[in-house]
Protein backbone atom coordinates (compact mmCIF):
# COMPACT_ATOMS: atom_id res chain seq x y z
CA UNK A 1 0.00 0.00 0.00
CA UNK A 2 2.03 2.61 -1.25
CA UNK A 3 1.22 6.21 -2.13
CA UNK A 4 0.62 9.70 0.32
CA UNK A 5 -2.10 9.63 3.21
CA UNK A 6 -3.56 12.98 3.62
CA UNK A 7 -4.54 14.25 7.07
CA UNK A 8 -6.97 17.08 7.39
CA UNK A 9 -7.04 19.99 9.97
CA UNK A 10 -10.42 21.49 10.85
CA UNK A 11 -11.80 24.21 13.00
CA UNK A 12 -13.90 21.90 15.75
CA UNK A 13 -12.24 19.23 15.68
CA UNK A 14 -9.75 17.26 13.13
CA UNK A 15 -6.42 19.57 13.88
CA UNK A 16 -4.66 17.28 12.15
CA UNK A 17 -1.86 18.86 9.48
CA UNK A 18 0.53 16.65 7.96
CA UNK A 19 1.05 13.99 5.20
CA UNK A 20 2.27 10.69 5.56
CA UNK A 21 3.83 8.68 3.28
CA UNK A 22 4.28 4.63 3.68
CA UNK A 23 7.98 3.99 4.23
CA UNK A 24 9.42 1.68 1.92
CA UNK A 25 12.12 0.54 4.62
CA UNK A 26 10.75 -2.52 7.31
CA UNK A 27 9.53 -1.06 10.22
CA UNK A 28 11.73 -2.01 13.45
CA UNK A 29 10.22 -3.42 16.54
CA UNK A 30 12.28 -3.28 20.05
CA UNK A 31 12.21 -6.99 21.60
CA UNK A 32 11.39 -5.54 24.47
CA UNK A 33 10.18 -2.10 25.73
CA UNK A 34 11.26 -0.57 28.76
CA UNK A 35 10.44 2.67 30.62
CA UNK A 36 12.96 5.73 29.57
CA UNK A 37 11.10 8.92 31.20
CA UNK A 38 8.98 9.68 33.49
CA UNK A 39 6.32 12.66 33.05
CA UNK A 40 4.33 14.05 36.61
CA UNK A 41 4.06 9.87 37.31
CA UNK A 42 3.33 8.85 33.62
CA UNK A 43 5.64 6.69 32.05
CA UNK A 44 6.89 6.78 28.56
CA UNK A 45 8.62 3.27 27.25
CA UNK A 46 11.30 2.54 24.79
CA UNK A 47 8.10 0.88 22.56
CA UNK A 48 6.22 4.51 22.86
CA UNK A 49 9.24 6.41 21.04
CA UNK A 50 9.88 3.70 18.54
CA UNK A 51 6.34 3.82 17.43
CA UNK A 52 6.11 7.70 17.52
CA UNK A 53 9.90 7.47 15.71
CA UNK A 54 7.81 5.57 12.61
CA UNK A 55 4.88 7.89 13.03
CA UNK A 56 7.55 10.64 11.87
CA UNK A 57 9.02 8.75 9.42
CA UNK A 58 5.79 8.59 7.78
CA UNK A 59 5.09 11.96 8.39
CA UNK A 60 8.33 13.06 6.30
CA UNK A 61 9.70 14.29 9.94
CA UNK A 62 13.49 14.63 10.82
CA UNK A 63 14.90 14.67 14.28
CA UNK A 64 14.84 10.83 14.85
CA UNK A 65 14.60 9.45 18.47
CA UNK A 66 15.42 12.52 19.98
CA UNK A 67 12.53 14.37 18.91
CA UNK A 68 10.35 11.73 19.22
CA UNK A 69 11.55 11.48 23.10
CA UNK A 70 10.62 15.13 22.99
CA UNK A 71 7.04 14.62 21.25
CA UNK A 72 6.45 11.95 23.83
CA UNK A 73 7.02 14.43 26.77
CA UNK A 74 4.81 17.22 25.42
CA UNK A 75 1.86 14.59 24.83
CA UNK A 76 1.93 13.63 27.92
CA UNK A 77 2.09 17.13 29.75
CA UNK A 78 -0.98 17.98 27.54
CA UNK A 79 -2.79 14.63 27.89
CA UNK A 80 -2.22 15.25 31.94
CA UNK A 81 -3.54 19.27 31.40
CA UNK A 82 -6.85 17.78 29.07
CA UNK A 83 -7.71 15.61 31.97
CA UNK A 84 -6.83 18.02 34.61
CA UNK A 85 -9.35 20.51 33.22
CA UNK A 86 -11.72 18.60 31.48
CA UNK A 87 -11.54 18.76 28.18
CA UNK A 88 -11.36 15.32 26.38
CA UNK A 89 -12.57 14.59 23.51
CA UNK A 90 -15.03 11.30 23.62
CA UNK A 91 -14.26 8.23 22.38
CA UNK A 92 -16.50 8.27 19.97
CA UNK A 93 -15.20 11.70 18.34
CA UNK A 94 -11.67 10.02 17.92
CA UNK A 95 -13.15 6.82 16.05
CA UNK A 96 -15.29 9.87 13.80
CA UNK A 97 -12.10 11.22 13.17
CA UNK A 98 -10.13 8.14 12.14
CA UNK A 99 -12.78 6.84 10.12
CA UNK A 100 -12.87 10.19 7.93
CA UNK A 101 -9.21 10.13 7.82
CA UNK A 102 -9.16 6.42 7.01
CA UNK A 103 -11.95 6.81 4.16
CA UNK A 104 -10.28 10.34 3.01
CA UNK A 105 -7.50 7.78 1.48
CA UNK A 106 -10.04 4.97 0.32
CA UNK A 107 -9.17 2.96 3.20
CA UNK A 108 -11.09 1.03 5.76
CA UNK A 109 -10.33 1.30 9.63
CA UNK A 110 -9.05 -2.11 9.32
CA UNK A 111 -6.72 -1.43 6.26
CA UNK A 112 -5.38 1.92 8.25
CA UNK A 113 -4.51 -0.23 11.00
CA UNK A 114 -2.64 -2.88 9.02
CA UNK A 115 -0.92 0.31 7.33
CA UNK A 116 0.38 1.04 10.54
CA UNK A 117 1.05 -1.58 11.96
CA UNK A 118 3.74 -2.44 8.71
CA UNK A 119 5.16 0.67 9.73
CA UNK A 120 6.04 -0.04 12.98
CA UNK A 121 3.42 2.92 14.43
CA UNK A 122 -0.55 1.18 15.61
CA UNK A 123 -3.91 2.24 15.41
CA UNK A 124 -3.73 2.76 19.09
CA UNK A 125 -0.52 4.93 18.91
CA UNK A 126 -2.75 6.87 16.16
CA UNK A 127 -5.79 6.91 17.85
CA UNK A 128 -4.15 8.41 20.82
CA UNK A 129 -2.16 10.80 18.95
CA UNK A 130 -5.62 11.78 17.95
CA UNK A 131 -7.37 11.86 20.72
CA UNK A 132 -4.60 14.89 22.20
CA UNK A 133 -4.22 16.21 18.64
CA UNK A 134 -8.00 16.79 19.31
CA UNK A 135 -8.54 17.85 22.82
CA UNK A 136 -5.53 20.32 23.28
CA UNK A 137 -7.09 23.32 21.32
CA UNK A 138 -9.63 23.07 23.64
CA UNK A 139 -7.26 23.79 26.72
CA UNK A 140 -5.63 26.46 25.14
CA UNK A 141 -8.94 28.28 23.51
CA UNK A 142 -10.12 27.88 27.28
CA UNK A 143 -6.85 29.62 28.66
CA UNK A 144 -6.41 32.44 26.36
CA UNK A 145 -9.10 32.47 24.24
CA UNK A 146 -11.42 34.69 27.07
CA UNK A 147 -14.30 33.50 29.40
CA UNK A 148 -16.11 31.96 27.32
CA UNK A 149 -14.18 29.16 26.44
CA UNK A 150 -12.41 30.29 22.98
CA UNK A 151 -14.80 33.94 22.05
CA UNK A 152 -13.10 36.36 21.88
CA UNK A 153 -14.35 39.36 24.14
CA UNK A 154 -16.39 42.60 22.88
CA UNK A 155 -13.11 44.45 24.10
CA UNK A 156 -11.00 42.24 21.96
CA UNK A 157 -13.94 42.46 18.80
CA UNK A 158 -13.75 46.43 19.32
CA UNK A 159 -9.66 46.28 19.20
CA UNK A 160 -9.53 44.33 16.48
CA UNK A 161 -12.11 46.21 14.13
CA UNK A 162 -10.47 49.61 14.64
CA UNK A 163 -6.89 47.91 13.40
CA UNK A 164 -8.51 46.68 10.32
CA UNK A 165 -10.00 50.52 10.12
CA UNK A 166 -13.15 50.22 12.05
CA UNK A 167 -15.05 47.88 9.41
CA UNK A 168 -16.30 45.00 10.62
CA UNK A 169 -14.83 41.62 7.90
CA UNK A 170 -17.42 39.73 5.73
CA UNK A 171 -17.27 35.92 5.15
CA UNK A 172 -19.97 33.75 4.00
CA UNK A 173 -22.43 32.32 5.88
CA UNK A 174 -23.91 28.23 4.73
CA UNK A 175 -26.87 26.96 6.04
CA UNK A 176 -25.97 23.36 5.26
CA UNK A 177 -27.62 19.76 5.08
CA UNK A 178 -25.91 15.93 4.76
CA UNK A 179 -27.31 13.64 2.65
CA UNK A 180 -26.25 10.21 3.40
CA UNK A 181 -26.66 6.96 0.99
CA UNK A 182 -25.66 4.59 3.73
CA UNK A 183 -23.69 1.40 2.80
CA UNK A 184 -22.94 -1.15 5.62
CA UNK A 185 -19.51 -2.47 5.91
CA UNK A 186 -20.17 -5.65 5.29
CA UNK A 187 -21.49 -4.89 1.94
CA UNK A 188 -18.72 -1.79 1.36
CA UNK A 189 -17.08 -3.53 -1.78
CA UNK A 190 -19.72 -5.03 -3.08
CA UNK A 191 -22.11 -2.28 -3.77
CA UNK A 192 -20.24 1.50 -2.98
CA UNK A 193 -20.00 1.83 -6.96
CA UNK A 194 -23.95 1.22 -7.42
CA UNK A 195 -24.14 3.45 -4.36
CA UNK A 196 -22.31 6.39 -6.02
CA UNK A 197 -23.94 6.03 -8.88
CA UNK A 198 -27.70 6.50 -7.06
CA UNK A 199 -26.02 9.67 -5.08
CA UNK A 200 -24.83 10.97 -8.39
CA UNK A 201 -27.92 10.79 -10.07
CA UNK A 202 -30.30 12.62 -6.72
CA UNK A 203 -28.26 15.47 -6.46
CA UNK A 204 -30.13 16.56 -9.60
CA UNK A 205 -33.43 15.77 -8.79
CA UNK A 206 -32.50 17.29 -4.96
CA UNK A 207 -35.96 19.64 -4.62
CA UNK A 208 -34.77 21.25 -1.87
CA UNK A 209 -33.56 21.63 2.08
CA UNK A 210 -37.54 21.74 3.50
CA UNK A 211 -38.55 18.83 1.04
CA UNK A 212 -35.19 16.87 1.41
CA UNK A 213 -36.89 14.29 4.38
CA UNK A 214 -39.71 13.56 2.03
CA UNK A 215 -36.88 13.07 -1.14
CA UNK A 216 -35.02 10.79 0.92
CA UNK A 217 -38.05 8.60 1.73
CA UNK A 218 -38.53 7.73 -1.97
CA UNK A 219 -34.95 6.25 -1.67
CA UNK A 220 -33.78 3.33 0.26
CA UNK A 221 -31.04 3.68 3.11
CA UNK A 222 -30.59 7.70 2.83
CA UNK A 223 -30.53 9.80 5.65
CA UNK A 224 -30.63 13.63 6.17
CA UNK A 225 -29.00 15.28 8.85
CA UNK A 226 -29.28 19.12 9.25
CA UNK A 227 -26.08 20.75 9.90
CA UNK A 228 -27.39 24.33 10.67
CA UNK A 229 -25.60 27.44 10.46
CA UNK A 230 -22.36 27.48 9.84
CA UNK A 231 -19.61 30.20 8.42
CA UNK A 232 -16.83 29.69 6.19
CA UNK A 233 -14.60 29.77 8.90
CA UNK A 234 -16.28 27.02 10.56
CA UNK A 235 -16.52 24.33 7.45
CA UNK A 236 -14.81 20.92 8.10
CA UNK A 237 -11.88 20.75 6.48
CA UNK A 238 -12.56 17.55 4.32
CA UNK A 239 -16.00 19.51 2.38
CA UNK A 240 -14.99 23.10 2.39
CA UNK A 241 -12.88 22.68 -1.00
CA UNK A 242 -16.25 20.67 -2.54
CA UNK A 243 -18.57 23.72 -0.87
CA UNK A 244 -16.68 26.52 -2.66
CA UNK A 245 -16.54 24.72 -5.33
CA UNK A 246 -20.07 24.38 -5.44
CA UNK A 247 -20.79 28.00 -6.19
CA UNK A 248 -23.90 28.86 -6.22
CA UNK A 249 -25.55 25.02 -7.01
CA UNK A 250 -27.86 23.50 -4.52
CA UNK A 251 -25.35 20.45 -3.90
CA UNK A 252 -21.94 19.38 -3.91
CA UNK A 253 -20.00 16.82 -5.56
CA UNK A 254 -20.12 13.42 -3.75
CA UNK A 255 -17.60 12.35 -1.30
CA UNK A 256 -17.13 8.14 -0.28
CA UNK A 257 -17.14 8.10 3.44
CA UNK A 258 -16.93 5.84 6.50
CA UNK A 259 -21.03 5.65 6.60
CA UNK A 260 -21.54 5.93 2.30
CA UNK A 261 -21.56 8.32 -0.10
CA UNK A 262 -22.53 11.22 1.12
CA UNK A 263 -22.91 15.01 -0.33
CA UNK A 264 -24.44 18.34 0.81
CA UNK A 265 -26.91 20.66 0.51
CA UNK A 266 -26.55 24.22 0.33
CA UNK A 267 -29.96 25.32 1.97
CA UNK A 268 -28.83 29.37 2.14
CA UNK A 269 -25.66 31.21 1.42
CA UNK A 270 -24.72 34.53 2.16
CA UNK A 271 -22.58 37.08 3.00
CA UNK A 272 -22.56 38.80 6.54
CA UNK A 273 -20.88 41.34 8.58
CA UNK A 274 -21.81 41.30 12.13
CA UNK A 275 -20.57 40.49 15.57
CA UNK A 276 -19.69 36.45 14.85
CA UNK A 277 -19.04 36.78 11.56
CA UNK A 278 -16.19 39.27 12.61
CA UNK A 279 -14.91 36.96 15.53
CA UNK A 280 -14.95 33.62 13.48
CA UNK A 281 -12.91 35.86 10.72
CA UNK A 282 -10.17 36.90 13.77
CA UNK A 283 -9.92 33.80 14.87
CA UNK A 284 -9.14 32.19 12.18
CA UNK A 285 -5.92 34.56 11.38
CA UNK A 286 -5.45 34.20 14.83
CA UNK A 287 -5.16 30.28 14.30
CA UNK A 288 -3.00 31.09 10.83
CA UNK A 289 -0.50 32.69 13.11
CA UNK A 290 2.59 30.13 13.77
CA UNK A 291 5.34 29.86 15.78
CA UNK A 292 8.13 27.29 14.36
CA UNK A 293 5.14 25.53 13.16
CA UNK A 294 3.18 25.42 16.50
CA UNK A 295 0.11 28.23 17.13
CA UNK A 296 2.00 30.77 19.60
CA UNK A 297 -0.05 30.35 22.53
CA UNK A 298 -0.07 27.00 22.21
CA UNK A 299 3.93 27.02 22.81
CA UNK A 300 3.65 29.15 25.43
CA UNK A 301 1.54 26.91 27.78
CA UNK A 302 3.54 23.90 26.80
CA UNK A 303 7.14 25.82 28.33
CA UNK A 304 4.89 26.84 31.21
CA UNK A 305 4.09 23.24 32.11
CA UNK A 306 7.83 22.11 31.57
CA UNK A 307 8.77 24.86 33.51
CA UNK A 308 6.47 23.00 36.65
CA UNK A 309 6.19 19.20 35.53
CA UNK A 310 8.37 16.50 37.26
CA UNK A 311 10.08 15.06 34.34
CA UNK A 312 12.76 12.09 34.72
CA UNK A 313 14.45 10.81 31.65
CA UNK A 314 16.29 7.51 32.20
Not at 139 to 158: F, H, P, T
Not at 197 to 223: H, I, L, Y
Request: net charge positive; charged share 25%.
Amino acid sequence: MGGKFSIARTVSAMILACSLTLAAAPATYAATSKVVAVVNGEPITSGDIAKRTAFMRLQKQSGGTAAAREQMIDEALKRGEVLRVGASVSTSEVEAAVGRFAAGNKLSVQQLSQVLDQAGVGIDHFRNYVAVAMSWPRVVNARYGGSSGGRLSNEDLVRRMQEAGGNKPVTTEYFLQQVIFVVPAAKRNAIIGKRQAEANASRSQFPGCEQAKVFAATMRDVSIRNLGRMMAQELPADWKPLIEKAGDSNTTSTRVTERGVEYLAICKKREVSDDLAAEMVFRAEDLGKKTDGEEPNSKRYIEELRKHAQIVEK
